[in-house]
T-cell receptor, first 112, second 117 residues
Framework: AQSVAQPEDQVNVAEGNPLTVKCTYS??????LFWYVQYPNRGLQFLLK??????LVKGSYGFEAEFNKSQTSFHLKKPSALVSDSALYFC??????????FGRGTSLIVHP | DAGVIQSPRHEVTEMGQEVTLRCKPI?????LFWYRQTMMRGLELLIY????????DSGMPEDRFSAKMPNASFSTLKIQPSEPRDSAVYFC???????????????FGPGTRLTVT
């Protein structure tokens, strides 16, 4: 069975500093990996995905993530955080079956 | 496209009443998912459909919950009778199977916030 771990419930960063939200996964076979963002009182919104190819994937709002097969990680990064990036971030993995598994979510707080 | 549409956005009902949540997926999407989100349990997959057929309902918590997808553009999640512990935000999401650049990722609706008193 597949699983996703987001080891930090909350990440705090100052505006303008780089940010990282961590995600590790466990799955049989080649993983399809996703990041979603949820703003207050909204549904989850797709940010980026890794299916195959270049390990560094770029997504919406300046976010990127790096697929690391040996470490089974897919950390979300952004070079310079904005206050408006404050939200709940979810990592998800989809193996051969179509049911994606989501992490518990990480609350990102960007301080002015 | 307007995205995934859910109604109502908010529902307050009394224990024992029937609740029906509605979802319209993105046109052309062949998968539809129902999720429940709470602080305690996070995001839970309740059921999903492929081409209007229920594939896996193992996440449905009890027989009080039922879901239908009578056609490609409409799905319902029904709770009968409702209980206070059903209070949560319920999301509908749709996605495409393989074949396009936007395959695999899910598109979520705005959710229905259900409060059962």
């Amino acid at each position: 069975a597949q699983s996703v771990a987001q080891p930090e419930d909350q990440v705090n960063v100052a505006e303008g500093n780089p940010l990282t939200v961590k995600c590790t996964y466990s799955v049989s076979g080649n993983p399809y990996l996703f990041w979603y963002v949820q703003y207050p009182n909204r549904g989850l919104q797709f940010l980026l995905k890794y299916i195959t190819g270049d390990n560094l994937v770029k997504g919406s709002y300046g976010f990127e993530a790096e697929f690391n097969k040996s470490q089974t990680s897919f950390h979300l990064k952004k070079p310079s955080a904005l206050v408006s990036d404050s939200a709940l971030y979810f990592c998800a993995v989809r193996p051969g079956s179509y049911i994606p598994t989501f992490g518990r979510g990480t609350s990102l707080i960007v301080h002015p | 496209d307007a995205g995934v549409i859910q109604s109502p956005r908010h529902e307050v009902t009394e224990m024992g009443q029937e609740v029906t949540l509605r979802c319209k997926p993105i046109s052309g999407h062949d998968y539809l998912f129902w999720y429940r989100q709470t602080m305690m349990r996070g995001l839970e997959l309740l059921i999903y459909f492929n081409n209007n057929v229920p594939i896996d309902d193992s996440g449905m918590p009890e027989d009080r919950f039922s879901a239908k997808m009578p056609n490609a553009s409409f799905s319902t999640l029904k709770i009968q009778p409702s209980e206070p512990r059903d209070s949560a935000v319920y999301f509908c999401a749709s996605s495409l199977a393989a074949g396009t650049a936007s395959s695999y990722e899910q598109y979520f609706g705005p959710g229905t916030r259900l409060t059962v008193t």
